[in-house]
């Protein structure tokens, strides 16, 4: 599988301690107000009627405490004790090692959460046990509608893909198949998405494929103060039929970019000088760009997954793509038309649709 190369040992004692904090789980509601379940108790039956036969009919047996249903709180992390990116795309959290609760690892295979939106309207986290049962069906549609918080468009040519914001999916498409849920969805980098998120999430979806077992997986964005933009997310995975043999991890990973200095409390960003190169002009009516992990979602956010770049042609006013070979290129007003080269899952998180004549 491809699993990064510490996926699974331990970092240093001396960063655990730091950010020790940094657990995801826990069962609070998106407010932090904890879930209580109703207290059903045990069902009492009714005395007879004084001149009634007494009832020969067994007592009613007790029903059992349904599982509670599993929520995600944002960890209580002071983001000044985590390192400060030091050119590493993620850094191991509690030594690596995932902390779920007992009502997350009670959860059914198949479970997923996705937090409710704060005030500001930003992620608060996700949960899922992911199996085959989560993972996508059909192929993804598109997410180009979804504005997360600190949305801007930008472009430097030093950057994979040119777009220096992704909509970085929480839990990867690959991984439950979720498209445009808000709920879902973060404003974060290319580098976050790709460098980051993708490779812990192929990870996972490498596992369940090959063994068809089941990993819990959460995934929580932190930020700092009122920030629109989140400083990165903490990620944590353990495999379960195997108690984390398989896949086993805790990381925070950075929503940054080399070259580019972001303001998170407004999403605005600029050269840092530290890569040469200059921001593409004329972005104001260019084509979203959306995140994938995975299948170019979330990451899918995440996006692409390796496979090359080819031409295609746009249209700006329709939203399709094409093979330039297509005839309904030949139909395309030059005002509407776009030729690029990039990849398929790039063009598809733009919030471009596959034309379904030449079938790109």
């Known amino acids: 599988m491809n699993i990064p190369s510490r996926i699974t040992r331990r970092a240093s004692a001396l960063f655990a301690a730091a950010v020790l904090a940094c657990v995801l789980g826990g069962c609070s509601a998106a407010d932090d107000t904890p879930t209580e379940l109703a207290d059903t108790g045990s069902v009492e039956q009714a005395a007879p009627a004084p001149d009634a036969p007494a009832s020969s009919a067994p007592a009613e047996a007790e029903t059992p405490d349904a599982p509670p249903e599993p929520t995600v709180e944002a960890p209580t992390v002071d983001l000044a004790a985590i390192p400060a990116y030091d050119g590493n795309p993620y850094v191991y959290v509690n030594d690596g090692e995932p902390v779920f609760t007992d009502d997350q690892r009670a959860s059914a295979p198949g479970t997923e959460f996705y937090g409710e939106l704060d005030d500001l309207g930003r992620c608060t986290g996700t949960f899922a046990v992911v199996g085959a049962e989560t993972m996508p069906t059909e192929e993804r549609g598109s997410i180009g509608e979804v504005k997360p918080t600190g949305w801007q468009m930008a472009k430097y040519e030093f950057v994979d893909g040119k777009y220096l914001y992704n909509r970085c999916h929480l839990l990867g498409f690959q991984l439950t198949g979720e498209n445009a849920n808000t709920a879902n969805l973060i ?32 995934v929580v964005p932190l930020f700092e103060g009122d920030e629109l933009v989140a400083r990165g997310v903490c990620m944590m995975a353990e495999s379960v039929e195997d108690g984390g043999d398989g896949v086993s991890f805790n990381v925070f990973c950075y929503n940054v970019q080399p070259g580019v200095t972001i303001d998170y409390a407004t999403g605005d960003n600029h050269l840092d000088g530290t890569i040469e190169g200059t921001p593409l002009p004329d972005v104001s009516g260019a084509p979203e760009a959306s995140a ?51 990849t398929r899952e790039n063009i598809v998180n733009q919030g471009y649709d596959p034309c379904k004549r030449c079938n790109p």
């Open 292 to 342: 994938g992990n995975a299948a170019a979602s979330s990451a899918d956010a995440s996006a692409d997954t390796g496979k090359g770049t080819a031409e295609y042609v746009l249209n700006t006013n329709s939203k399709k793509f094409h093979v330039p070979s297509c005839s309904s290129v030949k139909q395309m007003k030059d005002a509407n038309r776009q030729d690029v080269k990039d």
């Open 187 to 218: 404003t974060g980098t290319r580098y976050l998405n790709i460098e980051g998120m993708l490779p812990f999430e192929n990870a996972v979806a490498d596992y369940v494929q090959a063994t068809g077992n089941h990993v819990l997986m959460a």
